[in-house]
Structures are given as C-alpha cells and as structure tokens.
C-alpha cells in the first residue's frame, strides 16, 4: 500500500481575512494623513485670511482715515471673511469661540530718528475639523503684520 500524502490545510479565505484585519488600519492611516493635510492647508488659508485682515485695519488706522481700533478691527474681520469665501464664519465679539479675529497694535521708535512706525497685527483663532474623532487636532491659528503712519 502506498503511503498517505500530507495535504496543505484548506486555505481558501484566508487572503480575505487578511484584507479585514488590515483595511481599518490602513483606512485610520489615510484618514489620520487627511487631516494632517487639512491641517496645513487651513494654515495657509488662515495666513493669507490674516494678511488681507492686517492689510485693511492698516488702512483704516492710518491717515487719511484715522478710524477706531474697533472699527479697523471690524473692517479686519470683514476682509478675513471675504477672503475666505465667506460670510460671518469669522467674528471679534466672542474670544471664546473657536473662529475668532484679534486686533494688536504697537508703535515702535527708531531712536534717534524721530520716527515711530506703527504696526496692527491680526491673530486668527480657528478649530479645522477632525475626520477622526479619536484624533485631535489642536486649535489652529494664524498671525499677520501691516504698518501704518
């Protein structure tokens, strides 16, 4: 009588199994990637947001407007919005909210020179969305600087 043949196991399935054990690692790995580069996309938004914001409370707080602080830091507010594409998203009333703009000023003078340079700096606060709840993200924001006379 011949002998017996060992057999491989039946391995049929196995590769799908496989497939399920590893597609939600790999699905939280790309969706971890997304928000990585939401991240970074949203930071050179909100610059170029606080830029235009910093560019119109100069204007406003320099000749020949010399308006208010509140109404620059209005006018801010309203070109952060505009160049975001959007409309009241951004606000200045609520430091507390996560879409938040905040004016600074300051002069500096160049001794000796008799010249002092005035700068408005706007900071905005903003939380991008997570994809991945376990995942936080942290509070991201942006600052930019104008002069003025």
Not at 45 to 60: E, K, P, Q
Not at 75 to 89: K, L, R
């Amino acid at each position: 009588m011949a002998p017996k043949v060992a057999r491989p196991a039946d391995e049929t399935g196995q590769s799908a199994v496989e497939f399920a054990l590893v597609l939600p690692v790999i699905i939280l790995l790309v969706a971890v990637a997304f928000d990585g580069w939401s991240m970074l996309q949203s930071s050179i938004r909100l610059t170029a947001a606080a830029r235009a914001g910093a560019i119109a409370a100069a204007n406003d707080l320099g000749p020949p407007n010399n308006k208010s602080t509140a109404t620059a830091l209005a006018d801010a507010t309203t070109a952060v919005n505009n160049e975001e594409g959007v409309t009241g998203v951004y606000q200045h009333t609520n430091a507390g909210a996560t879409n938040y703009v905040s004016l600074s000023t300051s002069a500096d003078n160049l001794s000796g020179t008799g010249v002092t340079i005035n700068v408005v700096t706007i900071k905005i606060t903003f939380q991008v969305p997570a994809w991945v709840p376990v995942v936080s993200i942290p509070q991201s924001s942006a600052k930019a600087s104008a002069r003025y006379s």
